[in-house]
């Protein structure tokens, strides 16, 4: 077939020419397409124009092919079954052999709490699937998953109708801090602002989550884009650092001598949330992997 693919071809046209090729009456093929006879019979018509030359011809009470009729189910016959069988077959999907490479978009945050134990669900139960992690944040996952993410994880403003979304887990945040070195009892408001922190900011400045919350400005002695390092950062210093529950539990197990302690007013931290493309419904791996996700939030979830 040329480039144009039949443009000016319907291909249900073939399917319903080949039952009537095989029981010789547009009634009965009516009967077994579940269609009306003036559907058939306008069918072969739009078939007939589509191919130039005439496919049936009357033979008593039924039909019987022409040469150019034959030539066509000789054609479409080894063909058209198995497209009918793939296009209705259900997608086979084998976690356990699956080789799958998932790109998975995910905020700083929630690479520290989710990713290590996605990736222990995976060695046992898809031990050959690979994951991509792709940093985002809110001001950026709307374009990384148009331009190609399997889910992601984060927290989100207002996304197109083509992203689903489903929320994972909320929490608050907390003050991480190294009682050797920054002694603090019940934090009060007034110490919190005048010690030094460091803090994070996705627009690498010296504005964080409570200087846009609270409006005040903290005493900061460095920024960073990440909550990655903080822990790193905070260790063996004064510093105090605002974070969220989920990342502050994460970095006290590799740094168990590291305390937090409440801040001395609230600063909610938005609604974790699952995103993935609506094209990607019903995708077996993504599925999977959003099934595993959702295990995991809810795992993870305050008691």
């Excluded at 479409?76 to 209705?88: E, G, R, S, Y």
């Excluded at 950026?140 to 489903?166: C, K, M, Q």
Aim: charged share 20%; aromatic share 6%.
């Amino acid at each position: 077939m040329n480039n144009s693919y039949g443009r000016d071809l319907d291909l249900n046209l073939l399917r319903v020419f080949a039952v009537v090729a095989e029981v010789g009456s547009v009634t009965e093929a009516a009967r077994r397409l579940y269609l009306t006879q003036p559907a058939v019979s306008a069918a072969l018509r739009r078939l007939t124009t589509a191919v130039g030359a005439p496919l049936f011809v009357r033979s008593g009470r039924g039909l019987v092919l022409t040469s150019r009729g034959e030539r066509l189910r000789a054609g479409v016959q080894p063909h058209l079954q198995p497209l009918i069988d793939a296009a209705l077959a259900a997608p086979s999907f084998d976690p356990s052999t699956s080789e799958r490479t998932l790109r998975l978009g995910l905020s700083d945050s929630a690479e520290l709490w989710l990713l290590p134990r996605l990736l222990q669900v995976l060695a046992l139960e898809a031990p050959h699937m690979r994951v991509v992690a792709i940093p985002v944040q809110f001001r950026t996952v709307g374009a990384a998953l148009a331009a190609g993410l399997d889910a992601a994880v984060t927290v989100a403003d207002e996304l197109p109708t083509s992203i689903r979304r489903e929320r994972l887990i909320s929490g608050g945040f907390t003050c991480l801090y190294d009682p050797r070195h920054a002694r603090l009892r019940k934090l009060s408001e007034r110490e919190y602002f005048a010690r030094e922190h460091v803090i994070v900011s996705y627009n690498g400045d010296l504005r964080g989550v409570v200087e846009d919350f609270l409006g005040k400005t903290r005493n900061i002695r460095c920024s960073v884009s990440s909550f990655a390092n903080l822990g790193a950062l905070v260790d063996g210093t004064a510093l105090l650092a605002t974070v969220p529950v989920l990342v502050a539990e994460q970095i006290r197990k590799v740094r168990p001598h590291l305390r937090t302690t409440p801040l001395p007013f609230p600063v909610p931290l938005g609604t974790f949330e699952m995103l993935w493309p609506v094209a990607s419904d019903d995708d077996p791996p993504c599925r999977f992997a959003r099934a595993h996700i959702q295990q995991i939030a809810r795992a993870m979830a305050p008691k």
